[in-house]
Each structure stands twice: as structure tokens, then as C-alpha cells.
T-cell receptor, first 111, second 115 residues
Framework: GQNIDQPTEMTATEGAIVQINCTYQ??????LFWYQQHAGEAPTFLSYNVLDGLEEKGRFSSFLSRSKGYSYLLLKELQMKDSASYLC????????????FGRGTSLIVHP | DVKVTQSSRYLVKRTGEKVFLECVQD?????MFWYRQDPGLGLRLIYF???????EKGDIPEGYSVSREKKERFSLILESASTNQTSMYLC??????????????FGPGTRLTVL
């Protein structure tokens, strides 16, 4: 299985940049996902990384380093609507193909 | 767009009752999942299914069972509800096994309270 660690809560200011980290330990890495979940709503897919490097998608970018067991989600030009939980999920090669979720990071954006 | 629907947004049941949570997806996905989400514990997998009439235990199957009679529908059953099953239940589906991004699409959730 995986051991996935992310900060419980972060705060940031509107217009700023925030980086949410995720570290993991797995026997055979096979992809990392980031999801966004607003309070009372379903998680929605943000990004997927399987190779090292940065994947950019508008204001959101996701980075992966497989050798370090490390990923981050970078949010630029923060908006109030970015206040949400951000879930890191890791899939490994062994057993089932289903990603294991971290406990999520609650991001609070204030004016 | 993929749509995953769940039968109820809020449900209140009594201890010992049998509870059915229904989930339907409309994109012909092979895989379906049931999770529960609790504060501080994140999303935990209860059961999943990769084909009709097939089911596999997740990380926390105790006290639950599932049924998948049709491809689009996956039901979670609490045989005898207990207060520690009070939680948010999320259903999800995905296209095929372990393929590339194989994004999971989630339903809106059912908040179950067991009194």
C-alpha cells in the first residue's frame, strides 16, 4: 500500500501563489492524481502525473519527482473560489489499480 | 460530460435498519466504487466493481455489502446500520482498469446519519 502525506490546512491571500505538497511511499509507482473538492460537493479531477516534471493547466500546475516520492500542486493568481480541499491520490503497480487518497489539504483563501 | 448520480443527498436512519444507497452512471464505465469520507480520515474505499456481478473488497468492507446487477448501477448496502456508519458516502466510476489517467468521476455524495 501507500503512505500519503499532505498538510491538513493552508491559508493564502487572494491573488497570491500557493504550493500544496504531497509525499508518498509506494512499492511501485503508477501515477499520481490531484482532485479538488469544494465543501459539500464531489471531488473533481485536476491533474495526473506519471512522469517527472511539471504539468501546467491554466492557473494550476502539478509537479512530480518519482525518485523523491514527492508532488506538489501549484495554484497561481488565487481566487476566493479556490477555497476547497485538495486531494492527492497515488496509484501503484501491485494489486488493484485503484488510487489511494491522502487525507486532503483544506485551502482557505482570504481577501 | 460524465454524470454520476446518487439516490439521496441526505438520509437519516435508525440503528439496526437496513440501508440501501444507490449510484448510477451514464457513461458506460466499467469500474464503480464506493467510498466513505470522514473528517481527518479522507476518502476510504469500501468496495469496488470492475464488471457486472463482480465485486471486490476495499480497505474497510466490514458492515457493508454491494450489488452490481447492471453495468450502470452500483448499490451499497448496510445490512444493519450502526452509529459508526454515520458518514458521507461517495460513489465514483471510471472508464477502464488502470488505463492511463483513468480519472474517477464522483457523485455528489449521500450524507447518512444513523441515530
Amino acid at each position: 500500500g501507500q503512505n500519503i502525506d499532505q498538510p491538513t490546512e493552508m491559508t493564502a491571500t487572494e491573488g497570491a501563489i500557493v504550493q500544496i505538497n504531497c509525499t508518498y511511499q509506494t512499492s511501485g509507482f503508477n501515477g499520481l492524481f490531484w482532485y479538488q473538492q469544494h465543501a459539500g460537493e464531489a471531488p473533481t479531477f485536476l491533474s495526473y502525473n506519471v512522469l517527472d516534471g511539471l504539468e501546467e493547466k491554466g492557473r494550476f500546475s502539478s509537479f512530480l519527482s518519482r525518485s523523491k516520492g514527492y508532488s506538489y500542486l501549484l495554484l497561481k493568481e488565487l481566487q476566493m473560489k479556490d477555497s476547497a480541499s485538495y486531494l492527492c491520490a497515488v496509484r501503484d503497480l501491485g494489486g488493484s489499480y485503484i488510487p489511494t487518497f491522502g487525507r486532503g489539504t483544506s485551502l482557505i483563501v482570504h481577501p | 460530460d460524465v454524470k454520476v448520480t446518487q439516490s439521496s443527498r441526505y438520509l437519516v436512519k435508525r440503528t439496526g435498519e437496513k440501508v440501501f444507497l444507490e449510484c448510477v452512471q451514464d457513461m458506460d464505465h466499467e469500474n464503480m466504487f464506493w467510498y466513505r469520507q470522514d473528517p481527518g480520515l479522507g476518502l476510504r474505499l469500501i468496495y469496488f466493481s470492475y464488471d457486472v456481478k463482480m465485486k471486490e473488497k476495499g480497505d474497510i468492507p466490514e458492515g457493508y455489502s454491494v450489488s452490481r446487477e447492471k453495468k450502470e448501477r452500483f448499490s451499497l448496502i448496510l445490512e444493519s446500520a450502526s452509529t459508526n456508519q454515520t458518514s458521507m458516502y461517495l460513489c465514483a466510476s471510471s472508464r477502464e482498469q488502470g488505463a492511463g489517467t483513468d480519472t474517477q468521476y464522483f457523485g455528489p455524495g449521500t450524507r447518512l446519519t444513523v441515530l
